[in-house]
Nanobody
Framework: QVRLIESGGGLVQTGGSLKLSCAASGLVGDVPMAWFRQASGKAREFVAIPEWKGRSSNYLDSVKGRFTISRDYIKDTVDLQMDNLRPEDTGVYYC?????????????????WGQGTQVTVST
């Protein structure tokens, strides 16, 4: 059984930083993973996907240059370093493993989700 557990969310002021971590267990093989987020009243959206089998990492346009995703295959973690945070980054952030790779995965690519971690950026 796959388990994805996110941590690291919290409340931060505009311009601040947070680091999210996703600890995975039960994955079989080298499957792609990604981070998504969902703001209140909005659809869940792709945020970032790390390098995978020669494919470069990719980011939502609005977070490029501010967020950095990394994967540690020894620890089985996927981290999301978020710098220069903005109020529009507020939402619940979810880690997911993908059943099919995409540079900009959508929910249909997702095998399962973590429980999510809240990120709130105040003005």
């Amino acid at each position: 059984q796959v388990r994805l557990i996110e941590s690291g969310g919290g409340l931060v002021q505009t311009g601040g930083s947070l680091k999210l971590s996703c600890a995975a267990s039960g994955l079989v093989g080298d499957v792609p993973m990604a981070w998504f987020r969902q703001a209140s009243g909005k659809a869940r959206e792709f945020v970032a996907i790390p390098e995978w089998k020669g494919r470069s990492s990719n980011y939502l346009d609005s977070v490029k240059g501010r967020f950095t995703i990394s994967r540690d295959y020894i620890k089985d973690t996927v981290d999301l370093q978020m710098d220069n945070l903005r109020p529009e980054d507020t939402g619940v952030y979810y880690c997911a493993f993908l059943v099919a790779y995409s540079t900009t995965p959508s929910e249909r690519h997702v095998g399962s989700w973590g429980q999510g971690t809240q990120v709130t950026v105040s003005t």
